[in-house]
């Protein structure tokens, strides 16, 4: 690769044509002022395709007439002149177009092939240096090195890559390709490149000794998300939190292993420790989708269903038909109505993830204290009699598979309205106790005493 002292020699060297080379690659059209500008513009486009060449040139004319700026209509109407064969007609338009925009490598090829048949030899020999220039190495190598130093990376990505090609074992192309994926997190791409370059020179050091550190990084990424695929959730924490360590100054392998974290974590069904993670790659990230849709998980694991329902509505405004988003959302917004009614999991005191022998512990504990034999004042023992009754719902309810997913999916399976056509042990109140054991299965060994 050139020094940077040579890079500037050269470029006052090749200022003349410097600017040309600043985007070889037409990337489209660029609308007119007005609605009747691209009317005129799309008409003239299918008259020229269907050879209907004087009415395709009138619309032209009239896009010309609408926009002066628009190079786009000074070409299509150069096109139509060149097929008319009113080649003299052409060569102010196309000039025009060069003039909008000189980076327009097509309208100056063009041009540079009508000065020639004109025999202006001067002229039509700049046009074609402008234009062949882009295979010479120097220049492409100028440019590669000016587009890193204005962080245009995408586009030293592409002239690096042609360097590759374009000079015979060009080790130093293919380390520098290796380094910006690098710095921009793409480990796989970024094995890839110094690979090549150790291809053509295993000795080569800088490669070897990036390849040694991309090599490391990439396995250490690989390896967690292969935890993650087999729920060892911790352990791919773990491993993301040793990614951090191993490469703590590139900052996209920071906000990679802290996005995946926050995945893992969901995942736990640890809602606090993934909020936070999760919070803090928002922070620099705030329209990742993945993540926002990790926390809102979080968020319904804490129950903070608000938060949740918020999260779920931002990601959706960058990713609309994501399925999962719209059922999490819809989760969230019912789970939040539900917590405003009755929650099994707050009436015995146990957190969502609570394992069935967990539940029915505090089942019972709770049953003892609020059975209606304990009480003997008439308005105590009302109270009782629903807690109880409550008690038991909630009991039924979370050591049912089936009802504590519905229940868990914000539906509740004890409510008359949502259950129409079931019936359950507790639809007749406390009287429909009668014969049900709250510590066991069987009949009660004592009787209620109502009197």
């Known amino acids: 690769m050139v020094s940077i002292d040579h890079v500037t020699h050269k470029i006052l060297t090749y200022f003349p044509y410097v600017l040309v080379l600043m985007d070889m690659r037409y990337e489209g059209v660029k609308c007119g002022k007005d609605g009747s500008v691209d009317n005129h513009m799309e008409m003239g486009k299918k008259l020229l395709a269907a050879g209907q060449l004087a009415d395709a040139l009138s619309h032209f004319h009239a896009a010309v007439d609408g926009d002066p700026k628009n190079y ?23 000039s025009r177009v060069i003039e909008l925009k000189p980076d327009f490598t097509s309208a100056r090829l063009q041009r540079g092939k009508l000065l020639l048949k ?7 020999e700049s046009d074609f240096k402008k234009v062949t220039c882009v295979w010479d190495v120097t220049s492409r190598e100028m440019r590669a090195e000016c587009f890193i130093q204005m ?6 990505i592409s002239d690096l890559k042609a360097l590759s090609k374009l000079k015979n074992d060009n ?8 380094t910006i994926y690098y710095n921009l997190g793409d480990h796989e791409m970024s094995l890839n490149e110094v690979r090549e370059c150790l291809k053509l020179d295993p000795d080569h050091k800088e490669c070897f000794s990036h390849y040694k550190q991309v090599k490391k990084v990439n396995k250490q990424i690989q390896s967690a998300e292969e935890l993650i695929r087999e729920q060892r959730y911790e352990d791919a924490v773990s491993k993301y939190e040793a990614v951090i360590k191993t490469e703590p100054n590139v900052r ?14 969901s995942q736990a069904q640890q809602g606090s420790r993934a909020v936070s993670v999760c919070s803090e790659v928002l922070q620099s990230d705030p329209e990742n989708v993945n993540v926002l849709k990790d926390r809102a998980e979080a968020y319904v694991q804490d129950e903070q269903y608000e938060e949740a329902i918020k999260d779920y509505e931002n990601a959706a405004k960058h990713s609309e038909n994501d399925h999962q988003i719209k059922e999490g959302l819809e989760r969230a917004q ?27 512990r505090a ?6 204290q609020w059975h209606p034999d304990n009480f003997q004042d008439p308005e105590e023992k009302k109270k009782a009699e629903k807690k109880f009754i409550d008690i038991a719902q909630a009991k039924e309810v979370l050591t049912d598979p089936e009802m504590r997913t519905k229940f868990d999916h914000g539906e509740d399976p004890m409510d008359p309205e949502s259950q129409q056509g079931h019936h359950h042990p507790f639809n007749g ?14 009949p009660f060994n004592f009787k209620f005493n109502f009197n």
């Open 363 to 368: 089942y019972r504990k709770l049953a003892q």
């Open 171 to 178: 080790t130093q192309a293919f380390y520098r390709l290796s």
């Open 334 to 360: 019912r789970l939040l109505k539900q917590s405003q009614r009755r929650d099994y999991y707050k009436i015995l005191g146990v957190k969502r993830t609570a394992q069935k022998k967990e539940i029915i």
């Open 429 to 442: 109140g406390f009287h429909g106790f009668q014969g049900f054991n709250p510590f066991g299965s069987g």
């Open 252 to 265: 996209q392998f920071s906000l990679l292993a802290k996005e995946r974290i926050c995945h893992a974590l």
């Open 72 to 94: 786009m209509a000074y070409y299509r109407r150069a096109t139509v002149f060149l097929a008319m064969g009113k080649s003299k007609s052409a060569l102010p338009d196309l």
């Open 118 to 124: 004109q025999g202006k030899l001067d002229e039509a």
């Open 151 to 156: 962080g245009e990376m995408g586009k030293a």
